[in-house]
């Protein structure tokens, strides 16, 4: 009798678990990112698209944690199963030329980013991360451009002065490096302090 329990027990929490949505093992991987807990994420994210195959934005989330985990050619493959599936998803082209600036493919990453800011003018990420590519190939002038963009996007976002104060300190501009940095650390962004003694503080 006993057995049988825990037979019936199992069977019941097997309904529960495979009774789950995509949606649900995608909302619990938001949850589980929001901790750090990326690899927990991830198993949501391959259970939700066992379930949906074709759940784009499960894909573009998983190669997300994918970059977070440094699986940045598993990244790659994931962002364009999701661009596979929806050509016009930006964010995807966002996400995949983060990947591939990471694996130093920067005019890669460049032509991604430009793919997503012609699907969505308004995508702060896609100017910031063209900037940083265009940084690493030194066009400093159009890398100054894409972060004064993203800081019109969004103006409270500290990280892109930060980052266009590094650029224009490249590009010989150390007054407006550091006024740039300044603003960063009066917005409470902590790594500008440490920029601010690496380009400033002299």
Do not use: W
């Amino acid at each position: 009798m006993l057995k049988l329990a825990h037979v019936f027990l199992f069977a019941l929490l097997s309904g529960v678990v495979f009774s789950q949505t995509a949606e649900e093992f995608y909302r619990k991987a938001e949850t589980k990112t929001s901790m750090q807990d990326f690899r927990g994420a991830l198993a949501d994210l391959n259970r939700a698209i066992e379930i949906d195959p074709r759940f784009i934005k499960a894909f573009n989330f998983r190669g997300y944690i994918k970059d977070e985990l440094d699986d940045y050619y598993g990244a790659l493959q994931d962002y364009n199963i999701a661009i596979a599936l929806n050509s016009a998803y930006s964010d995807a082209y966002a996400n995949r030329g983060r990947a591939k600036r990471n694996l130093n493919d920067f005019n890669g990453a460049i032509t991604d980013y430009t793919t997503a800011i012609e699907l969505n003018p308004s995508e702060k990420e896609a100017y910031l991360g063209r900037g940083l590519a265009l940084k690493e190939i030194k066009d400093y002038k159009r890398a100054i451009e894409d972060l004064n963009r993203a800081a019109s996007i969004d103006p409270e976002y500290a990280k892109t002065y930060t980052l266009r104060g590094e650029v224009k300190f490249l590009n010989g501009d150390v007054r407006g490096a550091c006024a740039d940095i300044l603003k960063a650390q009066k917005l409470g962004y902590m790594v500008a302090i440490a920029s601010f003694a690496e380009y400033c503080d002299q």
